[in-house]
């Protein structure tokens, strides 16, 4: 082995080692990591969601490191080398059959379990305190608050979308955000259930927003439903995308949730009415945007 690539080999295995300690990466650093593993999100849901994940993660790493090791062992210290004669009397064994149908049995039952009740509790979606209808569209989104005269159409951002044409002026890196930002973003309250019935005009889109837990499909003529409870201490805008390859410019509509007090939200709410009442009595609806 070279100077070099012994030098790379320690960096390698010094990068595992912090890495399985938990310990920050030297070169990514703590946000790095977090960049490459599910994120914790900022609802109740997509907190039990990483749990179960992290569980399952563990679960496999340990199943990796008995298998692996005994291969590893059997291959050292039993190879042909060292003298070892395969043991022909040998044709079965009840005992060990037992138990390597019972540990596998035991693992999956241990992690269906919670993730069967996981699964019941993200489909709950009653009692919610605000329900907006998601209608998705080639390419953007409407949301309509049902009870109000309020919707807003969601679109790639003016910027994103000029830095995405050639010839524009304005390069993808100059933009933040790039192709992750919109002209309306959705607004919802914090510490309150929302509930989204989510449906397509034309063809299959999914609505996805990693932080809330939450991915539907968005299904011409039928609605799917779905429903998130922000922190009421997490407060911020939070990112996503059409996760259903939906045609020319699927990746071109995105979406972003504005969480605000639901204070603010109801605020907001008053004024979207007042603005769009305006409008509708006069020029075609034009919802103004907070951000
Ligand atoms: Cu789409």
Not at 8 to 27: E, V
Not at 38 to 54: C, D, E, K, W
Not at 182 to 208: A, N
Request: aromatic share 8%; glycine share 8%.
């Amino acid at each position: 082995m070279t100077t070099m690539k012994r030098a790379t080999f320690g960096k390698l295995l010094g990068s595992l080692a912090l890495l399985l300690a938990g310990g920050g990466m030297p070169a990514w650093g703590r946000s790095g990591w977090d960049e490459l593993n599910l994120p914790h999100g900022v609802t109740n849901v997509s907190n039990r969601i990483y749990a179960l994940h992290m569980m399952a993660f563990w679960v496999c790493v340990g199943i990796a490191v008995v298998v692996f090791g005994v291969m590893i062992w059997s291959l050292i210290f039993h190879r042909k080398a060292r003298g070892a004669v395969p043991d022909v009397s040998l044709t079965h064994s009840t005992k060990v059959e037992v138990v390597w149908t019972t540990v596998p049995v035991l693992i999956l039952v241990g992690m269906a379990v919670p993730a069967a009740r996981l699964l019941v509790r993200i489909n709950n979606n009653t009692d919610s305190q605000v329900s907006i209808r998601v209608t998705g569209f080639q390419w953007g989104w409407r949301y309509q608050y049902l009870g109000t005269n309020v919707s807003l159409i969601s679109k790639l951002s003016q910027s994103s979308n000029l830095a995405r044409q050639l010839h524009s002026g304005l390069g993808p890196s100059s933009v933040r955000h790039y192709l992750l930002s919109v002209d309306h973003p959705l607004v919802v309250p914090v510490g309150e259930k929302v509930r989204l019935l989510i449906t397509s005009v034309d063809v299959i889109h999914s609505w996805w927003v990693p932080d809330l837990g939450v991915k539907r499909d968005a299904i011409p003529g039928y609605i799917n439903q779905a429903s998130f409870t922000i922190a009421a201490d997490r407060p911020g805008t939070y990112r996503g995308q059409c996760t259903e390859l939906c045609g020319r410019d699927h990746a071109y509509m995105p979406i972003v949730v504005h969480a605000v007090s639901p204070a603010a939200f109801e605020a907001w709410l008053k004024q979207q009415s007042a603005v769009q009442s305006e409008a509708s009595a006069g020029a075609p609806a034009q919802p103004t945007s907070r951000s």
